[in-house]
């Protein structure tokens, strides 16, 4: 069975959606964050950099939540989460799913920091932020997920991101990605993975 090791508040919680989708248990280890919401020492020891999530599965340690969820698919030999190997859908995909964490985090993080921290979001920030929402609302097309009616890995990746903007009111201007948010919270999955784990933002 798949360990799991679960930080709070974390992209760990894209790792249990996606078990839930597959019907897959795992035996999770939670972590809680401490004082400025920081990692614990603990996973230190699980991770040299002191990651969540991180998985283990038959002596194996598998760190970052993209290659662990395509691991999982991989593993458990599902074609649902993915358009077809070699259409252009599928490429489209696998774009999507490295975009979020290769450039839209790294944008979305301008803003959610200051606004972590109750400052004002610079001007700068903003302008990036709605550079990338309005690229995702393009990528959406008639929705109500990114490909469609069907869920994919693209939509489980980019829901850590989305649910920190939306703690932050970030998503405001963009009532497309709000409805889009709205439907990924309504996920059987999502739902199942946060009543067992708890939000993926952190409490006000």
């Not at 393009?138 to 939306?166: C, H, K, M």
């Not at 703690?167 to 059987?188: G, T």
Request: aromatic content about 8%.
């Amino acid at each position: 069975m798949i360990t799991l090791h679960a930080l709070e508040f974390s992209r760990a919680t894209r790792v249990l959606w996606l078990l839930e989708n597959l019907g897959q248990p795992c035996e999770r280890i939670d972590y809680e964050r401490k004082a400025k919401f920081r990692a614990p020492e603990a996973l230190s020891h699980v991770h040299p950099l002191g990651k969540s999530p991180v998985i283990e599965d038959n002596g194996e340690m598998i760190a970052e939540s993209s290659t662990i969820l395509r691991y999982l698919v991989t593993k458990y030999g599902d074609h649902s989460h993915r358009p077809p190997k070699g259409t252009e859908a599928f490429w489209r995909h696998e774009a999507l799913f490295d975009y979020v964490e290769a450039s839209l985090a790294g944008g979305a993080m301008q803003a959610i920091m200051p606004a972590f921290q109750g400052k004002d979001v610079p001007q700068e920030a903003k302008t990036g932020l709605n550079k990338h929402l309005s690229y995702l609302e393009r990528e959406l097309a008639e929705g109500p997920f990114l490909f469609g009616a069907e869920l994919t890995l693209a939509d489980i990746q980019v829901s850590y991101i989305l649910a920190l903007l939306a703690k932050f009111e970030l998503l405001n201007n963009h009532p497309k990605i709000v409805a889009y948010w709205e439907a990924l919270q309504s996920h059987p999955g999502l739902i199942a993975a946060t009543r067992a784990a708890g939000p993926m933002a952190p409490p006000n």
